[in-house]
Structures are given as structure tokens and as C-alpha cells.
């Protein structure tokens, strides 16, 4: 086994998923779990960005993996395509080999194309269930096969939506991740890893028009928008010794927007 030798060896492990912006949930989450002591392995997909409307950021995995290093942390970035049911396991193997045992999962990733009940296509249903759904089970199972941490420290979140009406795929997707990631909480219990799913609420990381920003500021009682460091400030807490009674939960972290 060849991992990288340094003095940070003894920091604990997590592995994020979908890490390719630099707007993004999921680099946020990175970068706060550096700064709380850990070493950090990601994933990006360059393909989805593609074919997203804010297309790929160039260099953008490079420069969260200069971050993390310069917050003292381990890093591994893997580009890995999780609509491949193989790449749960090749990207648990190549984390392992660099890092070592990986003590918490932080499922980020996402298929999100809008449409709704008359004009998804099963294309696009299929690989949203693929990447939200099968994904994540196989991440987990991987997680749970594999989990070498002490009882109590293990940590499984996902993010999750509540979306429905004219997202059908995404929203129906999320909701199967929801009770994979709870029957996780139940089924890994003699392993002592705590699972929980939180639901961000809309978060602004660049989707946003003008005018959407302005709705959702005046629904939501705090009155500003959503960013991804809150997010990341939950996820760091919940990974935390402090953090680990809640537990089996669907956590709403949203600013109350109604």
C-alpha cells in the first residue's frame, strides 16, 4: 500500500462527494473539514459540469486540492463517474491505497436536469436514480464493508432535496436516498456509525436568477439566501465527537424558508 508520509497521517479520513465547483456544497464541506483537523478525499465528474448551463470550471479540482494541502490536510481528488456501478469500489480502493480507512462519508453528488411528470424521458429518470439512488447505496455499502474506525466515530451524511413538482427525476431520486441513508443508521448501528440526511434548502452556488434570489429572500424569515458554507458548518458538526448523537435523522437546514 503507497500513501502519502506526512506528519498529518494521524487526522481522521472523510471522503466527499462531488466536489467540481468551486461555488459548490461540496467544496465548502471540504474545506471547513480541513480546517476541523481532517484529511479529506473528493470526487468531481467533468462531464455532468459540461452539460450543465455553468459548464466546467476550469482547474477547479486542482486548486480545492492546493486549498485543502495548505490547511495541513491530506488530499486525493478522483474524477469518478458514479452512474458506473463498478466506481464505488474503485474509488474506495484508490482512496485506501493514498489515505487510508475512510471514517466519514459525505454524499454531495448529484444528478439534477429539471423536468417533470410528462416530459422526463426514462433516459434521464434512469440515470437520476443511477447517480442519486444506486450510487449512494453502493458508496455506503462500500462504507460499511470497509468501515476500520472506532465505535461511535463513523459518520455517514447525505444531502438531500425536497423537491418535487417539475423535478420529478431529481426529487424522486433524493427521496430514495433519504431512506437508504436512514436504513444505514439502523443496519450499520453494531459498527457505531451515525447517518443522517440533511436537506440544505435552495443554496446559492451560482443557479440562481436575479429574480429567484429576490423570491426566495422574501421566504425565507432570516430574509438572505442560503450558501453553501452553511451547509458545510452543519456537515463539520455532525462529523464531530460532538456531533454524534443525532443520529437516523432528516435534518431541515434551511433558514425556515416556507
Not at 506526512?6 to 466536489?19: I, S
Not at 451524511?157 to 431512506?179: Q, V
Request: with cysteine; net charge negative; proline share 4%.
Amino acid at each position: 500500500m503507497s500513501r502519502q508520509n506526512d506528519a498529518t497521517a494521524g487526522r481522521p479520513l472523510a471522503l466527499v462527494t462531488g466536489a467540481g465547483r468551486s461555488a459548490g456544497i461540496a467544496a465548502s464541506v471540504v474545506l471547513n473539514l480541513a480546517k476541523a483537523g481532517w484529511d479529506v478525499a473528493f470526487t468531481y465528474w467533468t462531464p455532468y459540469d459540461a452539460r450543465m448551463e455553468w459548464g466546467i470550471e476550469q482547474g477547479a479540482p486542482a486548486q480545492l486540492r492546493t486549498k485543502v494541502v495548505a490547511l495541513g490536510a491530506r488530499t486525493l481528488a478522483v474524477e469518478a463517474d458514479l452512474s458506473d456501478p463498478a466506481a464505488p469500489s474503485q474509488l474506495f480502493d484508490s482512496v485506501e491505497a493514498e489515505l487510508g480507512n475512510v471514517t466519514a462519508l459525505v454524499l454531495c453528488h448529484c444528478e439534477s436536469v429539471d423536468s417533470g411528470l410528462l416530459d422526463t424521458t426514462v433516459e434521464s429518470f434512469d440515470r437520476h436514480f443511477a447517480v442519486n439512488a444506486r450510487a449512494t447505496w453502493l458508496l455506503i455499502r462500500e462504507y460499511g464493508l470497509r468501515f476500520r474506525g472506532q465505535h461511535g466515530s463513523g459518520r455517514i451524511i447525505s444531502l438531500t432535496s425536497d423537491h418535487t413538482a417539475g423535478n420529478l427525476p431529481y426529487g424522486a431520486s433524493k427521496g430514495a436516498m433519504d431512506r437508504i441513508t436512514l436504513a444505514a443508521a439502523r443496519e450499520l448501528a453494531q459498527l457505531g456509525v451515525a447517518c443522517n440526511a440533511v436537506n440544505p434548502g435552495p443554496t446559492d452556488t451560482g443557479w440562481m436568477t436575479d429574480e429567484l434570489k429576490a423570491d426566495m429572500i422574501r421566504s425565507t424569515p432570516l430574509g438572505r439566501l442560503g450558501v453553501p458554507q452553511d451547509c458545510a458548518n452543519l456537515v463539520t458538526f455532525l462529523c464531530s465527537p460532538e456531533g454524534g448523537w443525532i443520529n437516523a435523522q432528516l435534518l431541515q437546514s434551511d433558514g425556515g424558508i416556507g
